[in-house]
């Protein structure tokens, strides 16, 4: 049987006569939606007693990541006909067949002291064969949550062809208090909300935290002495240091370049605001851009050759490309209404942006010479978008109409679809995901 999904979820099968001609199970996204992918996660088996219970907690997290994405639908356990109780035990194919299940995800555990083995197989089920190779990882008991987002992530990649990307964290600011004495400080978690860290205290505002290239530092902006000025933190210890201070000038907005060496900033002095880039050892500047304009929110391209960004220099908000040394720009935002907070794809085929038109705001997307607008997400006020590890996912910040607005985490799917809220411990805002962990 050869099954593909056009669209995010679309399915199509075709049946084939011989099972021995079969082609494996393969899934192509693109913009269409049908349905979901049926697929059943059993209980991975506990291969010594203490295993039990993170036996269940794995295949739970495996099951919740891949449901999560809007691709795959899981059945229900209680319709299972066949019962796993080896991992080497022959899979009944005819049985998980007979409940639709067109992919199967078996695993098995082993607790040893503080070491976990975990052991999967995937298989496409109609076709009757093993997909790729069963994999085995080894890791800490306390780190069982980043063992499930690998064990996802194979499976994600293996029926999809898309890179994987939920082993990854977000960085971002979590917010408490009433909206007029509204705390913040900077907050580390698993993209899917598990794991909350705090990074800083919540005794000065702090702002656009943005992860490095490797994902174990991370530039933010904080008013802590009256001016915001430009910190790098190391997420491991928490130490951080100041990037960015000149007396009299205001810096903001920064992001590393994909080398990790560089950073890139907006610097406010005299009443005019300008794109600077820094050496992030020897802290020498470079001012990229001379406008009598705002100039702000630069990201770097991934090959570290240009840089996009917003600037109302045309006498409203709009996007802009430059050469990662500067010179001159051009606009590519087109549309009606202001843009912002612009970020460039992983892939580098996209640009993500903040779009204000007609009272309501916008997450939307387009390509990188401006073409291809589309506005994934409407609402009261949303803004900041951040790519997942492999350009399929943005995330970004909503906040609720009121008074008493709260903001929260959401993502949305490229292709619009799959719109939801991220799982955080109190309001949330200005998320930066970071790459796959190593």
Not at 40 to 62: M, Q, W, Y
Not at 99 to 115: K, M, P, R, S
Not at 274 to 301: C, H, K, M, Q
Not at 336 to 352: E, F, I
Request: aromatic share 10%; hydrophobic share 40%; charged share 20%.
């Amino acid at each position: 049987m050869i099954l593909r999904i056009y669209g995010l979820v679309c399915l199509v099968l075709w049946s084939v006569a011989s099972q021995a001609q079969a082609e494996p199970l393969r899934i192509e996204i693109t913009d269409a939606v049908i349905e979901p992918l049926p697929i059943a996660v059993p209980d991975f088996i506990a291969e010594n007693a203490a295993a039990g219970p993170l036996a269940r907690d794995i295949a739970r997290v495996v099951a919740e990541d891949l449901t999560g994405t809007g691709l795959f639908r899981e059945l229900d356990r209680g319709a299972f006909i066949s019962q796993l109780s080896t991992f080497a035990a022959p899979v009944q194919f005819a049985d998980w067949k007979a409940i639709n299940a067109q992919a199967l995800i078996v695993g098995a555990i082993t607790l040893q002291g503080e070491q976990i083995t975990v052991k999967f197989r995937l298989y496409d089920v109609f076709a009757g064969q093993e997909m790729g190779k069963g994999l085995q990882l080894v890791g800490t008991r306390t780190g069982w949550r980043r063992m499930a987002h690998k064990v996802a992530d194979q499976v994600y990649t293996r029926l999809t062809g898309e890179a994987p990307y939920f082993d990854s964290r977000v960085v971002y600011v979590s917010e408490t208090g009433p909206k007029d004495d509204r705390k913040k400080r900077l907050a580390i978690m698993d993209y899917d909300g598990a794991n909350t860290q705090f990074l800083t205290d919540s005794r000065s505002i702090v702002l656009a935290p943005r992860f490095s290239p490797t994902g174990d530092r991370v530039l933010y902006t904080s008013y802590e002495t009256g001016f915001p000025k430009i910190y790098v933190l190391d997420v491991a210890s928490v130490n951080r240091r100041v990037l960015q201070s000149r007396a009299g000038t205001m810096s903001f907005a920064p992001r590393f370049a994909p080398d990790g060496q560089t950073v890139v900033f907006s610097l406010e002095s005299g009443g005019n605001t300008d794109i600077y880039v820094t050496d992030v050892n020897t802290g020498a500047e470079r001012r990229l851009t001379f406008a009598p304009s705002i100039e702000t929110a630069p990201s770097f391209s991934p090959d570290g050759r240009q840089i996009v960004f917003e600037s109302d220099r045309s006498g409203s908000q709009q996007l802009y490309v430059m050469s990662a040394t500067g010179g001159e720009a051009r606009r590519i935002s087109t549309g009606p209404g202001r843009y912002g907070t612009p970020v460039w794809s992983p892939r580098g085929d996209l640009v993500a942006f903040t779009k204000q038109s007609k009272g309501r705001f916008h997450i939307g997307i387009m390509r990188t010479d401006g073409s291809g607008e589309k506005l994934l997400t409407a609402s009261f006020l949303e803004e900041g978008p951040t790519w997942s590890p492999n350009g399929r996912v943005i995330m970004f910040t909503r906040e609720t109409q009121g008074a008493a607005g709260q903001s929260s985490l959401y993502s949305v799917d490229i292709s619009g679809r799959n719109l939801k809220r991220v799982r955080t411990e109190g309001g949330a805002s200005d998320p930066s995901w970071s790459p796959l962990q190593r």
